[in-house]
């Protein structure tokens, strides 16, 4: 048997993990599915849930020197998720974290890419990302009122809509907070992202084209990466690939067709 000694780190290190938060949950049009979190990785067998395994159980979070790594794209040292969260077009999707800290204030984003097979073997390096739903600044500043905010009062939580014509079929969502508290000093933001495996039905028709490795996402020197959140700002230039507008409006117009049908 383990000597008490030798265990009180690993214990330490889980509380740190927790403070900072993972998506412990995925809620699909109201069904609760299982995500990943750090402490599944003792279990024997690891469990079966769709989001994907990563290594953070220390600080928890990738670096800017790290957002050219392997460990950007899914967390640290992640493997693949073994299941499926099942999701139509126009799914509402709430991605729940366990924790956020108040002060890790900074842009949230949501990406998707198709597996082109199965998501639970994909190589991770060949996912080509396109981004559908981001948030960051809202008002103010030093440090000013940011979409983790509201993520914080709202339960931890993040809701987004799976695009409303989207074709059939197995997707990664990579869900991530840039945690911006420190990204005054070089290599001082802190990214975590979280993935997830979708089984998207329905009959959509709208297949992803292009898309951008999240090795090439992000550069230490971005001006949304290198950011002084306790300075008189009066905007901010949100990191990453743009936004796929294309995805975006045709799931407004919709939304807002459907409000008036
Ligand atoms: C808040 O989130 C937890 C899971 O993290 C969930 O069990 C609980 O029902 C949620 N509360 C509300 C009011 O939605
Ligand atoms: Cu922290």
Same mark, same amino acid.
């Given at each position: 048997?383990?000597?008490?000694?030798?265990?009180?780190?690993?214990?330490?290190?889980?509380?740190?993990?927790?403070?900072?938060?993972?998506?412990?949950?995925?809620?699909?049009?109201?069904?609760?599915?299982?995500?990943?979190?750090?402490?599944?990785?003792?279990?024997?067998?690891?469990?079966?849930?769709?989001?994907?395994?990563?290594?953070?159980?220390?600080?928890?979070?990738?670096?800017?020197?790290?957002?050219?790594?392997?460990?950007?794209?899914?967390? *640290?040292?992640?493997?693949?998720?073994?299941?499926?969260?099942?999701?139509?077009?126009?799914?509402?999707?709430?991605?729940?974290?366990?924790?956020?800290?108040?002060?890790?204030?900074?842009?949230?984003?949501?990406?998707?890419?198709?597996?082109?097979?199965?998501?639970?073997?994909?190589? *991770?390096?060949?996912?080509?990302?396109?981004?559908?739903?981001?948030?960051?600044?809202?008002?103010?500043?030093?440090?000013?009122?940011?979409?983790?905010?509201?993520?914080? *009062?709202?339960?931890?939580?993040?809701?987004?809509?799976?695009?409303?014509?989207?074709?059939?079929?197995?997707?990664?969502?990579?869900?991530?907070?840039?945690?911006?508290?420190?990204?005054?000093?070089?290599?001082?933001?802190?990214?975590?992202?979280?993935?997830?495996?979708?089984?998207?039905?329905?009959?959509?028709?709208?297949?992803?084209?292009?898309?951008?490795?999240?090795?090439?996402?992000?550069?230490?020197?971005?001006?949304?990466?290198?950011?002084?959140?306790?300075? *008189?700002?009066?905007?901010?230039?949100?990191?990453?690939?743009?936004?796929?507008?294309?995805?975006?409006?045709?799931?407004?117009?919709?939304?807002?067709?459907?409000?008036?049908?």
């Amino acid at each position: 048997m383990a000597p008490l000694s030798s265990l009180l780190p690993l214990l330490a290190l889980v509380s740190l993990a927790a403070a900072h938060g993972a998506v412990h949950g995925i809620v699909v049009d109201g069904t609760w599915y299982p995500g990943w979190n750090a402490a599944m990785r003792y279990q024997n067998p690891i469990p079966a849930v769709a989001g994907w395994q990563a290594d953070n159980l220390d600080n928890g979070f990738v670096t800017p020197s790290q957002f050219s790594s392997s460990d950007i794209v899914c967390h *640290k040292a992640a493997k693949n998720g073994n299941a499926y969260v099942t999701a139509r077009p126009g799914s509402k999707v709430t991605f729940q974290w366990n924790t956020w800290p108040e002060s890790h204030k900074g842009p949230v984003f949501d990406y998707i890419a198709s597996c082109n097979g199965d998501c639970m073997t994909v190589d *991770k390096s060949q996912l080509l990302f396109t981004k559908f739903a981001e948030g960051a600044w809202i008002s103010g500043n030093d440090p000013g009122v940011w979409v983790t905010d509201d993520l914080v *009062k709202g339960n931890f939580s993040w809701t987004t809509t799976i695009p409303s014509n989207l074709a059939p079929g197995n997707y990664v969502i990579r869900h991530e907070i840039i945690a911006l508290h420190a990204a005054g000093q070089s290599n001082g933001a802190q990214a975590y992202p979280q993935c997830i495996n979708f089984r998207v039905e329905g009959s959509g028709t709208q297949t992803l084209s292009g898309g951008t490795a999240a090795t090439s996402f992000y550069k230490a020197s971005d001006p949304g990466i290198l950011f002084n959140l306790y300075s *008189k700002f009066s905007g901010y230039t949100i990191p990453g690939p743009p936004l796929q507008k294309n995805l975006v409006r045709r799931e407004g117009e919709r939304e807002h067709a459907r409000d008036f049908a």
